[in-house]
């Protein structure tokens, strides 16, 4: 399990992980179990879904301060793009039973959904509005990323 109290740990892109959940296989139909600090990195204190999103639009678009995030494609599909400031890479979700892990000071965004998708998100926090970094720019400064030290050198 990652240490969400310690400050000192950078996280990069290569920090969001791709999980495969165990899948349980009945007649009936099948079934993912979702164990918080067993299946996914954290404990879970806050579960969301967002759902009846226009196909091709986007969500996100901030990064936590401390909450991690786990985010699964219950149905449709949809990508997360990541961003540490220096590193982007963009993660195609569409199976139910696989789960993204995003760890805290991430710029993510839910983009590409195709129609009808749901997206559920485990959360290692509940909801603070304190925690959140909605300004990409202020991200950026955060991270004290090369990318704002550049364009400001650029000037």
């Known amino acids: 399990m990652l240490d969400m109290n310690s400050s000192q740990v ?3 892109v290569r920090d969001c992980k791709i999980y495969d959940l165990q899948r349980i296989f009945y ?3 099948n079934l993912t179990p979702l164990n918080g600090g067993i299946d996914i990195p954290f404990d879970i ?4 879904y967002i759902y009846d ?3 091709g639009e986007s969500r996100g678009a901030h990064a936590h301060k401390r909450c ?10 949809f990508d997360v793009a990541v961003d540490d400031g220096v ?14 892990h995003i760890p805290p000071m991430i710029w993510a965004s839910e983009i590409n959904f195709s129609a009808g998708s749901i997206c559920a998100v485990f959360a290692s926090e509940e909801y603070d509005e304190s925690d959140y970094i909605r300004n990409y720019r202020q991200f950026l400064e955060a991270v004290d990323s090369p990318l ?8």
Do not use: W
Not at 148 to 155: E, F, G, K, Q
């Open 68 to 77: 991690h995030q786990f985010i699964v494609c219950m149905l449709g599909g």
């Open 148 to 155: 704002l030290r550049n364009s400001l050198d650029a000037r």
């Open 27 to 29: 007649r009936e139909g």
């Open 10 to 12: 950078r996280t990069t």
């Open 45 to 48: 204190k806050r579960v969301f």
């Open 87 to 100: 590193n982007r890479d963009t993660i195609h979700l569409n199976r139910s039973y696989r789960g993204l």
């Open 53 to 55: 999103i226009p196909g």
